[in-house]
Each structure stands twice: as structure tokens, then as C-alpha cells.
């Protein structure tokens, strides 16, 4: 037992042999090189480093030393198990010293690839891995094989065992309960096969959420720093326009102030002129020219004048600039919606069956593309006379966007619809009637439409690439120019009735529906 518990103890935790060039982790454990070595390199690919026996995280790759006792003690384990496995079983039929495949019970004999052919020809004997003994395969008493089992005693027996010692028990010959045991094994190993199947189905959907979650992570991060980037963009734009507005002001109020300033200068210099003639008048002492002085002067009464002229200074109140800021930051962050930073686009691809004969639909389901030539798509009640086309999916509760590319050329309408919506005739526009709302460029002129509401949008000159945003409960219907960063162009608020179709209009243009991840160029 003593040697059975120090093997043990020399057994690598994670091959479960005895170690070969064992190492040592700073926290005290031992493993062989090569399995620490490959177990750190798969821990390198996920970031992360932990000894497996006590599960110590590492902030770098952990150093191994070599732990040169415990080298010298598993070398002699090794040198004792290669002597005891050179026992080794050969041919009794070969001249030369050949290994054999096979032992037969019956004939006691071992045999090599060669002789076994010729053996197995001849009689149908049972056959075992090669053994140089063969007493225990047979009866202590009889000196037979043991072909029987006895199931009462849970022995094997010869077939003089069973006609004496073991009469009236339940006795079965080998073969036939091996078979019977095998025939439970396979069942047992079908359901083993299943239910492997079944874990590694799971493993390879956790693998799935794994990228998916790392996808999504990497998705959320580029959306804040897109955020970020454009709120930067805007306090950097609100600055500089605070700080140009607040110059100006000085500017005005400075000129103001300065002709304010040389016409109060030049009446103070009559003043002083006025001022310097009464004082002489009123040093005269002849009566006669003071009366003569003031009738010649014809000074009036209300030689000065009552009051400056007023003078207000420009409107830089630091209180009221702050309320303005405050204001514009809400508009700002009540202008970004931040929900779909943390989702996976919808999955929408295009209804051929609602397409119009002029509207090409490629493989994927994804681009819609106007073309001359007819399509002679076959007729149905959902398809649309004009060119025009919805999504297979549909919406009727619940938070969803999705990106769509849009060509430079021709007119195109970007938005959604209730299935419900005529097929034919001007009630089939989409954004012309009460069921459906769009984004429409025109011309190269943008506006947004619903039924016989139309807001136009001045301030957007080049939309290549939109996102649109729908919020089901909450009756919105977004739309965002993807260009870096994202910004939002116009949101609709509307009470939704039906579920809602992603509709797209191409009028000498194309659109491209983006699939997740879809790095490819733009129309």
C-alpha cells in the first residue's frame, strides 16, 4: 500500500501518469512540462492563467522551474515499469523470438499474426490477448478451461464444475453471457453516444453564445465610443459657438460703449467751455456788462442737460449661458437612443412574394435592385404594382433595428407598413396613406412621410448608409445616418394597430439590408 499511495503522489494531475520532467508553479504544485506547457497555452488564447490544482489566477504567464527531486524519484518509477512491461509473450510456433496477437485457451498456445491465420482455419478456439499464463483461466480442480459462470456463486467454472459442485445452480456458458452482457453494453453505449451528442450540441451552442456575447461586447464598445466621439463633437461645436457668440457680443458692446464715450467727452469739453464763461461772468463787477454779456451769450435755462444717455451692455450673463447649455445637453442626449447599442440587429430579409415585377431580389434576400427588365414573377395578391417590396418578418411588440445601405443614384423610400396596405393604385405608396411611414429621398431632397403629413429635412444632404430604430410600445419609428459617428435624423410617434413590415421603395436606385457583421462596401 505504501508504494500504491506514493505512486499516487507522484501521478501529474493533469495526464494522471507518473511525471516526466516535472515543473513547479509558484504556488507549489507540480506537472509535467509538456502538459503545464499546453494547458497555459490554451489559457493564453481565453487571457486567462490558473494553476489547476488550486485554481491561482496569474495576472502574466506563469514561470515553471524544474523541481529536480521530484525529476530523480519519477525517473526510477519509470525505469521499474519499463522492467516489468519487457515481460513480454512470443510464438511458441516461430524459430525466431516474434510477438504474438493471440493466446488460445484451448490449445494453450501463444501465436503470431501468421500462425493465428492458419489456427483460425482450422478450429473456432477462444482467443485472448497475449499471456504467458494461462493457470488462471483454468479449474483449480478439474484443470479445464472456464467456460462457465455461475451466477449463485459468482464463479467461473469448467464444465465438471457445473455437472457436480455447481449442479441445479444457474449456470450460463461464457459466450452466450458475454453476448447478452455485450448486447446491454451497446444499449448502454447508445445512450452514452446520445447523450455525448448531446452535450457536445450544447458545448457548441455555448461557443456560439461565447462569440456572440464577445461580438456583442465588441459592438456596445464601438457604440460608446461612437457616442462619445459625437457628444465630444457637439460640446466641442457648443463651445466654440458660446465662445464666438460671447466675443461678438464684446465686440458690439466695446464699440458701443466707445462712441458712447466720445460724445460724452466732447459735451463734457462744452461743458467746461460753458462752465469757465459763467464763472468769468460771475467775477465782473460791472452791472452793466454782465447784463450786456448774458443778453449777448442768449444762454438758456437748461444749458445742461438733464441726463447722459442711457447705455445697456451686451447680454453675457454667465446664469443665462448656463441655462442655455443645460437646454442644448438635453436636446443632445434626448436626441441619442442608446438601446440598440446593446442589441443584435433584426433578422430581415426581403418577401419575394410581395416584390414587383421590376424589382430584382438577389439570392440572399438582402439587396432589392430596380431593373427594366420584368421579372415575370408569378401573380399574387400581396405583390405590389409598383417597385416596392417588404420584409418576410414582422413586428408587433418589442424594440428592433436594422441597418440598410442605399445607393447614391435614383429615389428611394426606407421605412415600414401594415401588412394590410393596398397593393395597387396611389393607396399602395408607401408613406402616401394611413398604414404605412417612410424616409424618402427624392431628388436629392430628403423628408420624412406619413399619409398627408410631410416634414422635409433641410439638414441632411447625403444619407448612404440608415438605421432604422423601431419601439413597437412606445409608437417610434427612428431613423439615424450611420455615418461615423451615428447620429439621429428624425423620429415619428405614431399608435401602432398591426404588426409592422420593414418596406423598401427603389425607384432607379437599390438598397442593401445589412446582416450582422456585414462588412462590405456600400452601394
Known amino acids: 500500500m505504501a508504494s500504491e499511495d506514493l505512486r499516487e503522489e507522484l501521478n501529474c494531475s493533469i495526464c494522471l501518469e507518473v511525471y516526466r520532467d516535472p515543473v513547479t508553479l509558484r504556488c507549489g504544485h507540480n506537472f509535467c512540462r509538456k502538459c503545464i506547457d499546453q494547458l497555459l497555452g490554451t489559457q493564453d488564447q481565453a487571457g486567462v492563467y490558473t494553476c489547476p490544482d488550486c485554481r491561482k489566477r496569474f495576472t502574466s504567464r506563469p514561470s515553471v522551474v524544474r523541481n529536480n527531486t521530484l525529476h530523480n524519484i519519477s525517473e526510477l518509477f519509470h525505469s521499474s515499469e519499463a522492467e516489468t512491461s519487457s515481460d513480454r509473450v512470443y510464438c511458441v510456433y516461430c524459430d525466431l523470438p516474434v510477438e504474438a496477437v493471440k493466446t488460445c485457451l484451448q490449445c494453450e498456445t501463444s501465436m503470431c499474426e501468421r500462425h493465428l491465420r492458419n489456427h483460425n482455419r482450422s478450429v473456432q478456439h477462444i482467443l485472448l490477448d497475449p499471456t504467458a499464463s494461462l493457470e488462471n483461466r483454468k479449474c ?61 450540441e450544447i458545448i457548441r451552442n455555448l461557443y456560439k453564445d461565447v462569440a456572440k456575447i464577445q461580438r456583442q461586447a465588441e459592438r456596445v464598445t464601438k457604440g460608446i465610443n461612437e457616442m462619445f466621439q ?30 458712447l464715450i466720445q460724445e460724452l ?55 443665462l449661458i448656463s441655462q442655455t447649455l443645460h437646454t442644448i445637453l438635453r436636446n443632445i442626449i434626448s436626441g441619442m437612443n442608446l438601446w440598440f447599442y446593446t442589441q443584435e440587429p433584426a433578422d430581415v430579409c426581403l418577401d419575394i412574394t410581395t416584390a414587383a415585377n421590376n424589382v430584382h431580389i438577389s439570392a440572399d434576400l438582402r439587396c432589392a435592385t430596380y431593373t427594366k427588365e420584368t421579372q415575370n414573377f408569378q401573380e399574387t395578391a400581396q405583390r405590389f404594382q409598383m417597385c416596392q417590396v417588404l420584409s418576410t418578418i414582422s413586428f408587433a411588440s418589442g424594440r428592433h433595428y436594422w441597418d440598410v445601405d442605399t445607393s447614391n443614384l ?9 401588412p394590410s396596405m393596398a397593393r395597387h393604385g396611389d393607396e399602395s405608396n408607401i408613406g402616401y396613406n394611413c398604414k404605412s411611414w417612410t424616409l424618402r429621398r427624392c431628388n436629392n431632397e430628403f423628408l420624412v412621410r406619413h399619409n398627408a403629413d410631410c416634414v422635409m429635412l433641410p439638414h441632411v444632404t447625403v444619407c448612404n448608409s440608415l438605421r432604422v430604430f423601431l419601439d413597437y410600445e412606445a409608437g417610434q419609428l427612428s431613423f439615424y445616418d450611420r455615418e461615423d459617428p451615428i447620429r439621429p435624423l428624425h423620429t415619428i410617434s405614431a399608435t401602432f394597430t398591426e404588426p409592422l413590415h420593414a418596406a423598401f421603395m427603389v425607384c432607379g436606385s437599390c438598397i442593401k439590408i445589412r446582416e450582422l457583421g456585414d462588412r462590405t462596401e456600400r452601394l
Open 140 to 200: 483449480a480442480i478439474h484443470k479445464k478451461i472456464l467456460d462457465y459462470y455461475c451466477a449463485e456463486d459468482s464463479a467461473f467454472i469448467c464444465s465438471s464444475c457445473g455437472l457436480r459442485e455447481h449442479q441445479g445452480h444457474q449456470v450460463e456458458l461464457l459466450d452466450e453471457l458475454v453476448k447478452k452482457k455485450q448486447e446491454e453494453l451497446r444499449n448502454v453505449l447508445e445512450k452514452v453516444n446520445s447523450k455525448t451528442e448531446q452535450t457536445e
Open 265 to 319: 467727452e466732447k459735451e463734457k469739453e462744452e461743458l467746461l467751455a460753458s462752465k469757465r464763461h459763467l464763472e468769468e461772468q460771475c467775477n465782473m463787477a460791472d452791472p452793466y456788462k454782465v447784463l450786456q454779456e448774458e443778453t449777448q451769450s442768449g444762454f438758456p435755462d437748461g444749458v445742461v442737460r438733464s441726463c447722459a444717455p442711457s447705455y445697456r451692455s451686451g447680454d453675457m450673463d454667465l446664469s
Open 410 to 418: 435614383g429615389n428611394w423610400r426606407v421605412g415600414v407598413c401594415y
Open 230 to 259: 459625437d457628444m465630444k463633437r457637439q460640446l466641442e461645436n457648443l463651445k466654440e459657438s458660446l465662445i464666438c457668440d460671447v466675443v461678438t457680443k464684446k465686440h458690439q458692446s466695446l464699440l458701443s460703449c466707445s462712441d
